[in-house]
C-alpha cells in the first residue's frame, strides 16, 4: 500500500525544478488515495456520477459488504414489532429506539390469533420506520412492519 503524503505549498515553487521527493509523492499520492491510505483525501460520492453509470462490478462490491454486516447493524434491516401497546399511527420515516422493539415473525396458524409473532429481543440503536403501522384507535394494538437502523 502507498503511504500519503501531504505537499506543502511552500515545497512547490513556480519557474524552478521538483524535489523528487515531492515528485514521488505527486507520483504515489494518487494510488494511496484509491487504496484508502491514513491521511489521504475520501473520493466524494458525487464523483461516482449518476446511478445509471453504476457497473457490475460496482453493484457486487456493494452487496458483498452489505452480505458482512451482522444482524441490527447500522444499514440493516429487521422485520420488527412495537414492544408495547401504541395508541397512534407509526409512519413511514417514523423513527423509534430499538429498545421500544422486538424482533418479529409470521407464523400460520389456521387463522387463530394474531399471526404476527415476536420475541423478547431487542435490537440495539435508533430505528427507521420502512411501513406502516395502523393504530386503528384500538387499545393494545401491537404492530409489525419493516425497519431500517439508522445509528
Known sequence: ??????????????GKP???IDGLALRDNPIAAFEGASGAPRLADAALGPAASATTAGRDWVLARTALA?????????????????????????TRAGSELRYAGVTEDGGIGSPFIGT???PAGTWRCMGFIDYRGQSGTLGTTLWLRIA
Open 18 to 20: 521538483i524535489r523528487s
Open 70 to 94: 451482522d444482524v441490527g447493524a447500522v444499514g440493516t434491516y429487521a422485520f420488527l414489532k412495537t414492544a408495547s401497546a401504541i395508541n397512534a399511527d407509526i409512519a413511514a420515516g417514523a
Open 120 to 122: 423478547s429481543s431487542s
Open 1 to 14: 500500500m502507498a503511504d500519503w503524503t501531504t505537499i506543502p505549498d511552500s515545497s512547490i515553487e513556480p
